[in-house]
């Protein structure tokens, strides 16, 4: 009798003893994952109304690009507060195509002399990540303190803007300038993701031109299923001459295939690693997050009271499905 209570009493020890949660295997994972880098890795995400997670959260992450995608909205929206078009034509100059920079519009029309509709503009800045286009946005608009303000109005008080592109690469140091929190950065992206910040026709076109996005293909995209679109806004910052790089970032809205969308944020800050290793923590941390969302999709349908859709078309994802390969 007294061998079967203590084989009974170990089995309530190993048997009974609490499992962790999937919820909590989830973050088990990720926090693993962002611990296998010689980093500082910061991850948030926005699962579902109400559903937030964060690692590593703080608020000085470099952005490096990724604020390409805040100058983008405080431009549209400056757009719509005065009525203009995206197609109101800005003129490009010579002395705008710096070299030394990473400019695709500069290497295919690098004499300068001619203007282009803003929309285009915005089609270099966000989908290949142009950063003398950056910096001519930057100066229609006033410079980053234009965009911190915009920023800081919408309440994200972790999120600091304040030096363009010229200026990180003149002074690598100045990267530290613009920094946010990710969980700063996929509170934005949830608001946009939902039409709060932009009219419908802004909204459109931001949302096209960042499922159009060529910058890290193996980044947040890189282990996800090919009928999954990401929307993002990739950010790559400077080595400096220990070969430590300020940042290697990804934040963007992926939509799984039955409509269903979260946001999410991968932020590397003073990495020893290598550009491929960088951009495979980033694609293992997505890839994880996108299998626990696979698993725990809410049942949602058109007569639930709060539930608001992705203003995004079918038809545009489709359009930007298979993007070509560009650098990073």
């Given at each position: 009798m ?39 890795v ?5 699962l579902d109304?109400?559903?937030?997670l ?9 952005l ?35 070299p ?11 004499d ?57 690469h003149?002074?690598?140091t100045?990267q ?10 996929v ?69 799984l ?52 859709r ?15 390969r560009?650098?990073?």
């Amino acid at each position: 009798m007294f061998r079967t209570l203590f084989a009974f009493g170990c089995w309530l020890a190993v048997g009974c003893s609490p499992q962790p949660t999937e919820r909590e295997a989830l973050e088990r994972d990720l926090q693993a994952l962002a611990d296998s880098a010689k980093a500082r890795v910061g991850i948030a995400a926005v699962l579902d109304e109400g559903d937030t997670l964060t690692i590593g959260n703080r608020a000085d992450y470099p952005l490096a690009s990724v604020f390409k995608f805040h100058q983008a909205l405080a431009l549209l929206d400056s757009l719509d507060r005065a009525g203009a078009s995206p197609a109101l034509p800005i003129e490009v100059r010579r002395s705008d195509l710096l070299p030394d920079t990473w400019s695709p519009l500069r290497d295919a029309r690098p004499d300068g002399g001619y203007a282009l509709p803003l929309s285009e503009l915005l089609h270099y800045s966000i989908a290949q990540s142009d950063n003398n286009v950056c910096d001519l946005l930057f100066r229609f608009l006033g410079g980053p303190e234009y965009v911190e303000r915009y920023i800081r109005g919408l309440g994200l008080a972790d999120t600091a803007i304040a030096a363009d592109e010229e200026t990180m690469h003149r002074d690598p140091t100045a990267q530290y300038a613009n920094t946010a929190s990710p969980l700063d950065v996929v509170r934005l992206l949830e608001r946009f993701r939902r039409g709060e910040l932009l009219s419908p026709a802004s909204n459109d076109l931001l949302l096209t031109t960042m499922l159009a996005t060529v910058t890290g293909p193996d980044k947040l995209k890189g282990l996800l299923p090919p009928d999954v679109r990401v929307a993002h806004k990739t950010g790559s910052g400077i080595r400096d001459a220990k070969g430590v790089v300020a940042a290697d970032n990804d934040a963007g809205m992926v939509f799984l295939p039955d409509g269903q969308a979260y946001s999410i944020a991968v932020f590397i800050a003073d990495s020893h690693e290598n550009d491929r290793t960088n951009a495979a923590v980033i694609a293992s941390i997505s890839k994880r997050i996108y299998d626990y969302r696979l698993r725990h999709r809410p049942i949602k349908n058109d007569l639930q009271p709060g539930v608001v859709r992705a203003p995004v078309r079918a038809s545009e994802i489709r359009r930007f499905s298979n993007p070509p390969r560009r650098p990073r």
